[in-house]
């Protein structure tokens, strides 16, 4: 598998990452340490995979997302998290949080 270390996602071949289109990023091998995007999702659905990971000891990070304008106005029910895994539990995780992970449509 292929990683770009910009946007932290995995690709089963590519030279330049295809998500980080405006500065091209050339994707190198991942490694078992990188962590990898699984999951971006409002603060409510969020706590639920907080948990879910926890629950199966997978080892996360959850990075709140900066600059939504509405938070200031509505409170932290609408700021969203960004999920990332280390490659080693990714498929794990994957499997578990099947369920909120939507389907990619190109
Ligand atoms: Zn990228």
Redesign the pocket.
């Known amino acids: 598998m292929l990683y770009?270390?910009?946007?932290?996602?995995l690709?089963d071949s590519a030279e330049i990452?295809?998500?980080?289109k405006g500065k091209p990023?050339k994707?190198r091998p991942v490694a078992d340490g990188d962590l990898i995007y699984i999951i971006e999702k409002d603060a409510m659905i969020a706590g639920s995979i907080d948990d879910i990971l926890r629950q199966h000891d997978i080892p996360f990070v959850k990075r709140a997302l900066q600059g939504a304008g509405l938070t200031t106005i509505v409170g932290s029910a609408f700021e969203s998290y960004k999920f990332f895994v280390p490659y080693t539990v990714y498929e794990n995780a994957c499997e578990l949080l099947s369920n909120f992970i939507e389907t990619e449509v190109e």
């Open positions: 770009c270390d910009k946007c932290m996602k690709y990452c295809p998500a980080c990023k994707l």
